[in-house]
């Protein structure tokens, strides 16, 4: 599957920081160096609707990894996954009369189309579900064989007690576990099964549903084999980052961790991050609940994806907000403000202000730090609290190349 077309990086004058995160498995701070390539993984999109802004807030959580990476003199090799085969996909495309396939073709291409307009930089592997259902296969048989594979009538399931490290990329207790396990796709009442959490890997064939051969008969992946198959496949074990949204800490990053563990023998992950969750009109944004607010809806509203990007940087990535159309217009008129200070050319002085950027960016990607830093020398340069100062002369010329490289903003 092909990902979207890359913005051009300006190459820096200035290598940043290494890069440091917060760390679910440990909730505490890790220096995210990698040796060699940095290697990242971040869970896409299952695509039966339009990007939202939630979504929009966990991949730009990446990409400014992503960034704050290439900034300290590392090359990236970026994986992610589109869910193009799953129940919501399948429910969605019966309800509104779609070919699934259609269904899942159209809005991944939306989806290619908001990412690029955002300037998130796109995954070196951008990788289907179904194009890796033979990866899945291969992991299904690898687990079989290591004895943490059992069936129940058409279905297969992984056993989460073949993990002894089971739990420790979430650190839930057992109730918690249960909860969020029925609540977020799983099936803690289905009789027998050895656990309640134990997850699916191969659902068998179901009338009207698409399926595909298999040693097993013939059935479909479950959600979390098939990311586990395809990082596993694409980055190898003990990658640098598996991120995602922090809905997605349990069950499926734990089950992913899981899958690929007991056959690997070493850790699925060196750190785990998650990005928060964001809101609108007082809920979680999410599709069951209809309170979204596209990416496509507002770049058909003329809006500057700039300005959506902005109005993401706003916020740490680990934090839970509210999307108001108040930060929005704010955002816009931030941009406005900042266009009209480089476009002097003369400003303020520009090297501290790049210092602080990239340092910021490398604190665990405090994209709210970076961007004040950039409101402070757009009031100096404009003097809008005095007397203007334009002692740089070449301070637009040196900001932004590490606006576009770092931050992601073209201004």
Same mark, same amino acid.
């Given at each position: ?6 913005a051009? &990086? ?34 896409? &999109?299952? +695509?039966?609707?339009?990007? @939202? ?5 966990t ?6 990894l ?12 970026? #994986? ?5 085969v799953?129940? +919501?996909l399948?429910?969605?495309? =019966? ?17 290619r ?12 592997? *951008? ?13 299904i ?15 297969? *399931? ?21 909860? /969020? ?5 799983g $099936? ?13 890997? %191969? !659902? ?10 298999? +040693?097993?008969? +013939? ?5 979390? &084999? ?25 069950p ?15 850790? /699925?992950?060196?750190? *785990?991050?998650h ?16 309170n979204? #607010?596209?990416?496509?809806?507002l ?13 993401l940087?706003?916020? @740490?990535?680990?934090t839970?907000?509210?999307?108001? $159309?108040?930060?929005? %217009?704010?955002? #816009? ?8 200070? !480089?476009s002097l ?8 202000? #790049?210092?602080?950027?990239l ?17 402070? %020398? ?8 005095? !007397? ?5 002369? =070449?301070?637009a010329?040196?900001? !932004? ?11």
């Amino acid at each position: 599957m092909r990902a979207w077309t890359s913005a051009e &990086i300006p190459t820096l004058a200035v290598t940043g920081p290494e890069v440091s995160l917060h760390d679910t498995a440990t909730q505490g701070r890790v220096t995210a160096t990698p040796t060699g390539t940095a290697r990242l993984y971040v869970c896409g &999109i299952t +695509p039966y609707d339009a990007t @939202h802004i939630g979504h929009a807030n966990t991949y730009l959580a990446f990409d400014l990894l992503n960034r704050a990476w290439r900034t300290a003199g590392h090359p990236v090799r970026y #994986v992610q996954n589109v869910t193009d085969v799953d129940d +919501p996909l399948l429910e969605r495309a =019966d309800k509104v009369g779609v070919d699934w396939v259609e269904l899942a073709e159209r809005e991944t291409e939306l989806f290619r189309q908001d990412m690029e307009a955002l300037r998130i930089l796109p995954p070196a592997e *951008y990788v289907g579900a179904v194009e890796s259902i033979p990866l899945v296969i291969d992991l299904i048989q690898r687990l079989d064989a290591a004895g943490a594979i059992y069936r129940v009538e058409d279905d297969l *399931y992984y056993a989460v007690s073949a993990d002894p490290a089971f739990g420790r990329e979430s650190n839930y207790d057992r109730e918690t576990m249960l909860r /969020f396990f029925g609540e977020r796709g799983g $099936d803690p009442d289905r009789a027998g099964k050895k656990d309640p959490l134990d997850p699916v890997v %191969w !659902l068998g064939e179901r009338p009207g549903e698409p399926s595909w051969e298999s +040693p097993f008969g +013939p059935g479909r992946p479950g959600w979390h &084999i098939e990311c586990a198959a395809i990082a596993l496949e694409h980055l190898g074990g003990a990658f640098d980052v598996q991120g995602g949204g922090s809905d997605l800490v349990f069950p499926h990053h734990e089950m992913c961790a899981g899958h690929t563990q007991v056959v690997s023998g070493e850790p /699925f992950a060196r750190v *785990y991050s998650h990005a928060g969750m964001v809101a609108y009109g007082g809920e979680k944004m999410s599709k069951s609940l209809g309170n979204l #607010v596209f990416v496509s809806a507002l770049r058909n509203s003329d809006i500057d994806p700039m300005a959506v990007r902005l109005t993401l940087m706003r916020h @740490h990535y680990r934090t839970d907000w509210e999307w108001t $159309d108040d930060q929005l %217009w704010q955002a #816009v008129d931030d941009l406005a403000t900042w266009r009209r200070a !480089l476009s002097l050319g003369a400003g303020a002085a520009a090297g501290p202000v #790049v210092t602080e950027v990239l340092a910021a960016l490398a604190d665990d990607l405090d994209a709210p730090r970076a961007t004040a830093a950039v409101d402070a %020398w757009a009031a100096a340069t404009l003097g809008t609290d005095g !007397l203007a100062d334009t002692s740089d002369p =070449d301070a637009a010329a040196t900001l !932004l190349p590490v606006l576009d490289a770092a931050l992601g903003l073209t201004v």
